[in-house]
Structures are given as C-alpha cells and as structure tokens.
C-alpha cells in the first residue's frame, strides 16, 4: 500500500497548517502533535478529493504506520450483484486473454460498418481506441471539475461557517480565481492559501488567471 502511504495530503490544527506531504509523513505530525497534549482540533484532508481522513493515532508510530499500510477493506461483506446477462463479455477464442469487455449494440450504416472493419484488429478493437484517445484529449474539464469538488469539499468541511463562504463557493465553480480570492480574503491566512493552493494548482489553469 505504498500508494496509500504517499498519497498528498494535509493536516490542519484548528485554521492553522499542521503539515502538508505525504500521507505518511502528515499521520506522524499529526502523531506527534496528539502526543504533545494539542488540545485543538487536528482535521486531515485528502488533497485529491478534499474530504477527511481518519486517522486511529493508537499505539506506536510503528503501529499507527502498520495500520496505514493495511489495504482499505471498503467491500467486506457487501452484496455484488450479478452482473445483467446483456453484459456478457464476448466471445473468447482458445487462448485468448480475457480482455473484460460488456457487449452493447451500436448502430451505424453498412458502409461505417466497413470502414471500422478495414482497420487493424476489426471495428471492436478500434472503437476501443477511439474511445480511449477521446478520454485522454479530453481529460482537462474532467480534471478542473475533479479540483473544483476536492476544492469545496476541503472549504465545506473547514470554512462552511465563515464570511463569503457562499459565495466563496460560487466563484470558484465558476472558475474566477480573482473573485474566489476576494470572497476569502478576511480567512486565516493558511486556509485562504490551501483553498487557492487547492482551486488553482499548476496542472490546472483557470479561464481567469
């Protein structure tokens, strides 16, 4: 679970940053403030979805890290339904590797039909790619609405009580990185940087900046 243990996140005692890295590094500060009698609230965020984590601070360092590497049991004793019989992978030859593929029916005249047969590996192995390089050219207004909503959930669960928050909110799921600072301005000061940190990260541009 190394990925686990990496993944970026940050900690916050009250609206103060406690520390932002690494999953693991963050679990230890927050390890270490705990210890130290910190009587404030320590909140934990996951910086790619912006909501809480929690953290069972029991026992050693050692301990707490052993736990952190544990894979998430998320689907313990959860129903999996059946899947429907239209979703049916296809035909398999001998040999063949499961690809785990769901059969749907696409309709296109007979001349489509040639054109997407004329290409290497047949029509389905070229739908594949078509969809596949239309995912990757347009991942851009996926990933900024991926950052808009770790955004607002970071800003919800700390500042959902704060001045301008509504508004706050507004600007920023309408991409005016001037207007989301001005509502947040009169925020702590670590806060307002996270928030903005967060919205306006350097893969992402804003249609404002």
Avoid at 99 to 113: K, N, S, Y
Avoid at 127 to 155: C, H
Wanted: proline share 6%; hydrophobic share 40%.
């Amino acid at each position: 679970m190394l990925e686990y243990l990496t993944k970026p996140a940050t900690a916050f005692q009250g609206h103060r940053l406690l520390r932002s890295g690494p999953l693991v590094e963050v679990a230890l500060a927050v390890k270490t403030a705990n210890e130290n009698d910190w009587s404030g609230a320590i909140l934990v965020f996951d910086d790619l979805t912006g909501r809480q984590i929690d953290l069972d601070l029991r026992g050693t360092k050692a301990d707490m890290i052993e736990r952190l590497s544990r894979p998430p049991q998320t689907n313990i004793g959860r129903y999996r339904p059946r899947p429907a019989k239209e979703e049916v992978s296809e035909s398999r030859g001998r040999g063949r590797p499961k690809l785990g593929v769901v059969a749907r029916e696409v309709m296109l005249l007979p001349r489509q039909w040639e054109w997407l047969a004329s290409h290497p590996g047949g029509a389905s192995a070229f739908l594949r790619r078509l969809v596949d390089d239309a995912k990757r050219n347009s991942g851009y207004p996926e990933k900024r609405g991926a950052t808009q909503e770790a955004t607002y959930q970071f800003m919800l669960a700390i500042a959902g009580n704060f001045p301008g928050y509504e508004e706050a909110t507004r600007a920023l799921f309408a991409d005016d990185r001037r207007r989301l600072a001005q509502c947040i301005a009169d925020w702590p000061e670590d806060v307002r940087a996270h928030v903005m940190r967060m919205a306006f990260a350097p893969h992402s541009q804003s249609a404002q900046d």
